[in-house]
């Protein structure tokens, strides 16, 4: 009796080992549970099958990022409404090995594998490859040279695993660009030799990822820095490619697909330049003002400011809507404190009469905006219209009680509040109302601040 109880609970403990093992490094994001797609059992019906490759002593291997990381992941690879098993393993030696596995009445069975060259198995996709539902499995490899990552794109075949695709490339973004319920794989490549960068559009025809189209980015670009599929003014589907600028700054190159062709709509076509995109801050191409349409974020001063440009000036943007053949549209301008994670949407009453400035000491960091000294002509007038301050460090609950500011955020770390003047210039000042309105969080600290973008 207690030998059948103690093999039971060593059943158990195994049970939970293996939970732990195969949600692998996802757990130390703290979302590796939640993302466990069915219950332990069917991971029970697989063990079999993975023990036999772990006895020849190889170990789970899970990728670096991305949404599907863990070392087991069970995707209905045909659409038929049954999960397939995807394994990953590091075989002594170094190499990695991925297996697929399709339920049977009482287990799994493999029906493919193949190895992989790479330092690290960088990030895990599932491309659809048709409006059916079949998905490929994408394989993105980490290199030596960390700029740069290798994919295999496998589907899976009655010959196993085969290879669809192989390509080296610096940035991925997968998404459906023309609507056909097939995604399609760009690439930015970098070309060895020249050192420029193109986006590669692939998409799947008969059994095989093809390039559908390219076309330049800007000759600006350093590295790519971000992609993200939205639709630009004119209505068509594009990706937006920020960029890291070579002399320093950023540029974004709108690429969109129309009848098969990509189609660089900010690239000035003689030049190969992007420079009616650039801004020094880094900041990225989002839907500033909420209308469906991408912006592009430029610098409200131009460019051959850059040498000079005051800190308080390279913080205004001016945002964008491009569409080829047309003139730029801008729809909105921000002030953006990048380092401090907060920016303004600028009051329209403020014009080009108000400018930035900014005080920080200990723990606290005070950005002013004043309207300009030739538009208010008094000396002894106040100018100021809002200051913005930033408390950081372990007494800012107290420094930001004591300096009596009004709170509007609080993240992990910061805590931002403001000031409006009693006695601001006539026509430019605000109220609560309008500082609650234009004060926004940058969306990459939603995670520490939790702040509903
Ligand atoms: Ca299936
Ligand atoms: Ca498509
Ligand atoms: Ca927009």
Redesign the pocket.
């Known amino acids: 009796m207690e030998a059948h109880s103690k093999g039971k609970t060593g059943k158990w403990l195994a049970l939970v080992f293996l939970i732990l093992l195969l949600s692998g490094c996802s757990l130390e994001y703290g979302d590796g549970l939640l993302s466990l797609p069915k219950l332990p059992g069917e991971y029970l019906l697989l063990q079999h099958e993975i023990d036999a490759i772990l006895s020849t002593g190889a170990v789970y291997a899970t990728a670096e990022t991305g949404g599907d990381r863990q070392a087991v992941q069970l995707v209905d690879m045909d659409g038929d409404g049954e999960d397939e098993a995807i394994a990953f393993f590091r075989m002594p030696g170094g190499d990695f090995l991925v297996c697929a596995y399709q339920r049977t009445a009482d287990g799994y069975e493999e029906i493919g594998r193949a190895e992989g060259f790479g330092s690290s198995i960088h990030a895990v996709h599932y491309p659809r490859v048709s409006a059916d539902g079949h998905l490929a499995l994408a394989l993105s490899w980490g290199l030596e040279d960390a700029s740069t990552y290798g994919m295999t794109v496998f589907g899976i075949t009655e010959n196993g695993l085969e290879s669809l695709l192989d390509i080296q490339y610096s940035s991925l973004l997968v998404e459906d660009m023309n609507g056909d319920s097939a995604d399609e794989l760009c690439f930015a490549v970098r070309d060895a030799v020249t050192g420029g960068y193109s986006l590669h559009i692939y998409n799947c025809q008969d059994e095989g990822y093809r390039l559908m189209s390219e076309t330049p980015l800007c000759v600006e670009v350093r590295s790519v820095a971000l992609m993200r599929f939205g639709t630009t003014r004119g209505g068509r589907s594009a990706v937006f490619v920020d960029s890291a600028a070579t002399g320093g700054g950023y540029v974004t190159d709108v690429v969109s697909l129309e009848g098969g062709v990509a189609v660089n709509e900010t690239v000035d076509m003689v030049a190969g330049s992007g420079a009616v995109t650039w801004r020094l801050v880094s900041v990225s191409s989002t ?9 592009v974020p430029v610098a409200a001063e131009p460019q051959s400011g850059q040498e000079t440009q005051q800190t308080e000036a390279r913080f205004k943007l001016q ?1 964008v ?1 491009f569409a080829q053949g047309e003139e730029p549209e801008p ?2 301008e921000t002030y953006h404190s990048v380092a401090e994670e907060w920016y303004l949407m600028w009051p329209d009453i403020w014009g080009g009469a108000v400018t930035a400035s900014r005080r920080s000491s200990s723990g606290v960091s005070r950005t002013t905006f004043s309207l300009a000294p030739d538009r208010l002509p008094e000396r002894k007038s106040n100018r100021t219209l809002l200051t913005v301050c930033v408390y950081t460090g372990d007494n800012r609950a107290s420094y930001a009680v004591a300096d009596g500011v009004k709170i509007l955020r609080q993240t992990a770390g910061s805590i931002y509040g403001y000031i409006l003047p009693e006695n601001a210039p006539e026509g430019y000042a605000l109220t609560d109302e309008d500082v609650s309105e234009i004060f926004r969080l940058m969306e990459r600290d939603w995670t520490a601040g939790g702040y509903p973008q």
């Open positions: 839907d500033i003002n909420g209308d469906g349409v991408i912006d945002w809507d729809v909105a």
